[in-house]
C-alpha cells in the first residue's frame, strides 16, 4: 500500500502548488513555471489566496476550493503557515506532499514542534511528506520538473537522491551539462518522514532504475536504511558520497576501543556490511554508477594496459598500484600474437605500448588479443591524439569488439578527442578524460563486486555448541546498574565474558597479603597483579599492574606497592581489593571489543592489540549479529591478518578461534542493550588458541531501558523465539527453526529431494540447476523483511532439512507473500500443516495484515490446506490467489 502511494506522488496526474505566484524570484514562481512551461501532461492548480490567477492560470484560495482529486501538493510558504496548510491538505484527502519551505528543524526547538505538529497531522491523515527545507523531485520520463531548478535533465536509468538542496541543484546542472540522464531526482531535505530507505525500497522495484545513487549527510533511521539497501544492493548498485561526521562519534572515548572507532568508521562498517560502493566525489559517484550499467564487473584486479604513449602507460601504471590493483603478468601465447601484430619496438610488457604511429586496425587487434588472455579481468585502453592516430576511427574499432571483460577506456585531449568518446560513451564503452580516473573506477567496480561475493559467502559452522550463560549475566549487570556504576571492575568484566565463553584468565581479588600469597600459589606462578577500582580503567598509567611475579616474597611486596601508589597518585579513589592472576603469554597481542556508535548501535572492533595500539591503529569495524565469515571479513582487512595466517614461513595461529571469539562477542552485545564498551587489550593468541589477558567493560544505562529487544541493533539477529519441536504423525522429532546462512548445505540437499512435480508447485517451474546463487537468495535473508521456518530432523546421525515455509513482508509490513515446501520423502506426515500453522502465528506476532498465495491449479493440497485456514481463493486464468487478513 505504501509503496503503490509512493507510486502516486512520484507519478502524479493532479498536482496543487501552494504559494504558487507571478513574482519572479520566489520559489512559488520557479515551481509553477516549470511545472506549466514544460511538457508534462498532467493538471496543474495554482494556489494562493491573494490572486484570482497565477501565471495566466486561474488560482484557488485553499486545496479544498479545487474541485479535482489533488494527488500531490507542492508547499512553498514561509514556515509558520505550513502547519494549516498541511492539515488542510489531509481534509481534502490529498496523499502527497513536498514541502519546500525551510524553517524547521534546523531553526531550534521552536522548528523542531512545528515538524512534529506536521507529523502528527500527516500519520493521523496517512499522508507523506518529502521534505521540508527540500528542491523537490523531477520524473524525466513524465517531463516532471516539481522543483525550483530549471533543469531539467534527459530520461535515464540512474536515480539520485540528495540530502542537500544546494548540492542538488549543482547536480542538476553538472547533469544537464553532461548529458547524463536520471529515471528520477529526489531532494529530501529534513526528512521528517520521507527518508533513504523509502526511496531505495521504490528504486528497487521500479523498472527504470538501474542504479541508485546518495548524497548523504546523516542518517535518521539506521536500521530501516541497512534493510533496504541490503533488500536491493546485489541487484542494483548502491553508490554514496557520504559527507562530515557526527559530533557524538568524535567524542573521546574512555578506552582504545572507543578511540578508534570514529563515526565515519561506523558508516563504512554500515555500508559495508549492505554492499554499498562509497565514493569520495561527485565525479566519482556518476562514473562508478555509469560504469557498473556499462560494463560487466571485473572479477579480479589484474588488468592490462594499451596505450599509443609511454608516458600515459606509466602514470597508469603507477596509481593501479597505489590502489592496490595489479599490472597482469601476459601469457607467453598472448605475448606471441602480439609479437606477431606489432612494430619490433613495442614494449614487450604490460602496458602495451602499440606505439605512437599505431592506426585503427592496430588499436583493435591489440585490444582483442589482451581481453582473450585468461590472466586479464579488465583491459584499460588509452589513446593520445597524434598525428598517425585517428581518435574516433579507433572508437569505432575499439566499439566493434564483442567482450565478456570489463573494458574502460581514456581518450586524453579535448576537441579531438571528443566525438570518439561520444562513440564509446554510445556503445556502453566508458571514456575517461585521464587514466587515473579509469582506473579509480575499474577499482571501484572490483571491490563492489568482491564484497558482494563475499558477504553472501556460505558460512562455516560454528566449532562447537554455543549456550552462553545469559541469565547469569544479567544478574551481574543489573547488580552493577543497582549500584548506580556503570565501570566495571576488571574482575566483573572478565565474568561477564567467561559467561559467554570467551576464554580469560584465571583470577581471584583478594584483601590482604596473606591471602594474595594463597591465591598465588593456587593459580601458580609467575601471576599478575592488578589494583581494583571502578575508578580506574587504565593501570599501567598509575603503575598499578605488577607484571612477572615469581615468589611469595615477591607477591607481598607487589600487594604493598599497588596500594601505596593508587592512593598517591588517585586518592578519591575506592579501592576494592587486588587482583591476582594467571601469566599468559602468546605471540601475538590483539584488541578486540566493541563501542556504541549514536547511529548504528554496536560496533565489533578487531585489530592490532598492546600498548602499540594507539600509534598504529590497526583495526577494522564491523556490525552485529556475525557469522564465521563476517568475523573473517572483519579479520582480513587489518594488516596483522598476514602475520596471524602465517607470513613468510611463520607459524600460523588459531584463526578459529579468533573467529569464534567474534561470534561469541557480537553474541554478547546483541543480547546486552546495557552495554556500552567491551575493550579486550591485549587477547593474546598463537596456534593453540587465544586468552583474554585484560578486559574493561562500560555500561550504558539508557539501553537498560531498552524495551523492544533488539531496538539497539541495526541488524536483525537470529529470532531465537521462533525455535520449537513437534513429533509427526509418525512419531518423528522435528524441529522448526528460522533458517540461516550456515544452512545452505541442508537447503541444496532438501532441493535434491524435490520430484519435478514438487518442484513445479513451489517455483512454477523446474530448476535446471542448484546453484550457490540460487540458494543464498534462500538462506540469507534479511529477519526485518523476511522469515523462513524450515522443518529439521535427524537421520543416521546426519541433521535433513524436510521442508521449509516463507513469509516475504514489503517494508512496512502490510502485506506478506505466504511461500511453503515440503520435501517428497517427508510429504503426507503432517509437516506442511505444523508449518503453514505455525508460520500463521509468527505472521500475527510480526504485525503483518494481510498474507497472500499465489499457486497452480493442479496443487489441489495448497488449495485444501488454505481454504481450512479462511484464505480467501480467487481465480486468475492459470494459476489461483490466496488472501487471508489478519488484522485491518
Not at 470 to 483: A, C, G, S
Request: hydrophobic share 35%.
Amino acid at each position: 500500500m505504501e509503496l503503490k502511494k509512493l507510486d502516486k506522488i512520484f507519478n502524479p496526474k493532479t498536482i496543487a502548488v501552494i504559494g504558487a505566484t507571478s513574482k519572479r524570484g520566489k520559489v512559488g514562481y520557479s515551481v509553477f513555471r516549470n511545472l506549466v512551461g514544460s511538457e508534462y501532461e498532467g493538471t496543474v492548480y495554482p494556489i494562493n489566496p491573494n490572486r484570482e490567477s497565477v501565471q495566466g492560470v486561474k488560482a484557488y484560495p485553499t486545496v479544498k476550493d479545487v474541485e479535482d482529486k489533488i494527488d500531490i501538493a507542492i508547499i512553498a510558504t514561509p514556515s509558520k503557515t505550513v502547519p494549516k496548510i498541511v492539515e488542510q491538505c489531509g481534509d481534502a484527502g490529498i496523499e502527497g506532499i513536498i514541502i519546500l519551505s525551510s524553517g524547521f528543524e534546523e531553526h531550534g526547538k521552536k522548528g523542531k514542534e512545528m515538524s512534529n505538529k506536521i507529523l502528527k497531522i500527516a500519520r493521523k491523515n496517512e499522508m507523506r511528506i518529502m521534505g521540508p527545507n527540500c528542491l523537490g523531485f523531477l520524473n524525466p520520463s513524465q517531463k516532471l520538473n516539481a522543483t525550483f531548478s530549471e533543469n531539467m535533465p534527459k530520461k535515464g536509468n540512474i536515480a539520485f537522491i540528495s540530502q542537500s538542496g544546494a548540492l542538488g541543484t549543482a547536480v542538476l546542472d553538472w547533469a544537464v551539462e553532461n548529458n547524463i540522464g536520471f529515471s528520477y531526482f529526489f531532494s529530501i531535505g529534513s526528512m521528517i518522514d520521507i527518508s533513504f530507505h523509502d526511496l531505495i525500497d521504490y528504486l528497487g522495484r521500479d523498472p527504470k532504475t538501474n542504479s541508485i545513487l546518495i548524497y548523504m549527510e546523516s542518517l535518521s533511521d539506521a536500521r530501516r536504511f541497512m534493510s533496504a539497501a541490503r533488500a536491493f544492493a546485489r541487484t542494483k548498485p548502491i553508490i554514496v558520497l557520504k559527507v562530515g561526521q557526527s559530533s557524538e562519534g568524535a567524542e573521546a572515548a574512555m578506552s582504545h576501543t572507543g578511540t578508534l572507532t570514529g563515526n565515519d568508521k561506523a558508516f563504512q562498517a554500515a555500508f559495508n556490511r549492505a554492499g554499498i560502493i562509497r565514493v569520495n566525489t561527485i565525479d566519482q559517484l556518476f562514473n562508478c554508477a555509469q560504469n557498473l550499467a556499462m560494463q560487466k564487473r571485473p572479477k579480479g584486479k589484474k588488468l592490462a594496459i594499451i596505450t599509443n604513449a609511454g608516458g600515459p602507460g606509466v602514470i597508469a601504471t603507477d596509481y593501479l598500484t597505489k590502489k592496490q590493483g595489479e599490472l597482469t603478468k601476459l601469457s607467453k601465447t598472448t605475448m606471441k600474437k602480439l609479437n606477431k601484430i606489432l612494430p619490433e619496438t613495442w614494449s614487450k610488457n604490460n602496458p602495451v605500448d602499440i606505439l605512437g604511429d599505431a592506426d585503427s586496425e592496430r588499436y583493435k587487434k591489440a585490444v582483442k588479443i589482451c581481453m582473450e588472455d585468461e590472466n586479464v579481468d579488465g583491459c584499460l585502453v588509452i589513446l593520445t591524439p597524434q598525428s598517425m592516430t585517428d581518435p574516433t576511427e579507433v572508437a569505432k574499432k575499439i566499439s566493434s569488439i564483442e567482450n565478456k571483460k570489463t573494458l574502460l577506456t581514456s581518450w586524453m585531449g579535448e576537441k579531438k578527442v571528443e566525438k570518439g568518446r561520444e562513440i564509446l560513451r554510445n556503445n556502453n564503452i566508458p571514456c575517461f578524460a585521464t587514466p587515473e580516473n579509469a582506473i579509480r573506477s575499474f577499482i571501484d567496480m572490483y571491490h563492489y563486486d568482491r564484497n558482494l561475493r563475499l558477504l553472501y559467502e556460505t558460512p562455516g559452522t560454528i566449532p562447537h555448541a554455543f549456550n552462553p550463560k545469559k541469565e547469569e549475566n544479567k544478574k551481574i549487570i543489573k547488580k552493577i546498574l543497582d549500584e548506580r556504576r556503570t565501570k566495571l571492575t576488571e574482575k566483573e568484566s572478565k565474568k561477564i565474558l567467561s559467561n559467554y565463553y570467551i576464554p580469560v584468565t584465571k583470577n581471584e581479588v583478594v584483601q590482604n597479603q596473606k591471602d594474595a600469597v594463597k591465591v598465588a600459589s593456587k593459580i601458580g606462578f609467575p601471576v599478575v597483579m592488578k589494583i581494583v577500582s571502578p575508578d580506574i580503567q587504565h593501570k599501567t598509567e598509575i603503575n598499578a599492574v605488577k607484571i612477572n611475579i615469581k615468589t611469595k616474597e615477591e607477591v607481598k611486596k607487589a600487594f604493598k606497592e599497588l596500594i601505596k601508589n593508587t592512593k598517591k597518585k588517585r586518592s578519591k579513589a575506592k579501592i576494592q581489593g587486588v587482583l591476582v592472576e594467571e601469566m599468559k603469554s602468546k605471540k601475538y597481542e590483539l584488541l578486540i571489543g566493541s563501542k556504541k556508535d549514536p547511529i548504528f548501535g554496536p560496533l565489533i572492533v578487531f585489530g592490532m592489540g598492546g600498548i602499540a595500539v594507539e600509534v598504529f591503529k590497526d583495526t577494522n569495524v564491523g556490525l552485529p549479529p556475525l557469522n564465521m565469515a563476517l568475523a573473517k571479513r572483519l579479520m582480513e582487512k587489518t594488516k596483522i591478518y598476514k602475520l596471524l595466517k602465517g607470513y613468510r614461513n611463520m607459524e600460523r595461529v588459531d584463526l578459529k578461534s579468533i573467529q569464534f571469539l567474534l561470534y561469541k562477542l557480537a553474541y554478547l552485545v546483541s543480547d546486552f542493550p546495557e552495554i556500552k564498551e567491551i575493550d579486550i587489550n591485549p587477547f593474546s593468541v598463537d596456534k593453540d588458541g587465544g586468552i583474554v589477558l585484560d578486559a574493561k567493560i562500560i555500561l550504558d544505562k539508557k539501553g537498560a531501558k531498552q524495551k523492544k529487544p533488539y531496538s539497539h541493533l541495526v541488524i536483525s539477529p537470529y529470532p531465537k523465539e521462533y525455535i520449537k519441536t513437534f513429533k509427526t504423525e509418525k512419531g518423528k522429532k522435528i524441529k522448526l527453526r528460522p533458517i540461516k546462512p550456515e544452512d545452505e548445505p541442508l537447503e541444496a540437499e532438501m532441493f535434491r529431494n524435490f520430484s519435478k512435480e514438487t518442484e513445479r508447485f513451489r517455483f512454477f517451474r523446474t530448476i535446471k540447476e542448484i546453484t550457490h546463487e540460487l540458494l543464498i537468495r534462500y538462506t540469507q535473508i534479511d529477519y526485518d523483511r523476511e522469515i523462513a521456518i524450515i522443518a529439521e530432523t535427524e537421520e543416521g546421525g546426519k541433521k535433513k532439512m524436510t521442508g521449509v515455509v516463507r513469509l516475504i513482508e514489503d517494508p512496512y509490513r502490510n502485506n506478506a507473500e505466504f511461500a511453503i515446501v515440503v520435501a517428497d520423502p517427508w510429504q503426507k506426515q503432517g509437516i506442511g500443516n505444523k508449518l503453514t500453522d505455525y508460520i500463521l502465528e509468527i505472521a500475527k506476532d510480526r504485525g503483518i495484515k494481510k498474507i497472500y498465495a499465489e499457486f497452480l491449479k493442479d496443487n489441489y493440497i495448497m488449495k485444501k490446506m488454505l481454504e481450512e485456514r479462511g484464505f480467501e481463493i480467487t481465480d486468475k486464468e492459470d494459476i489461483y490467489h490466496a488472501e487471508l487478513k489478519l488484522q485491518n
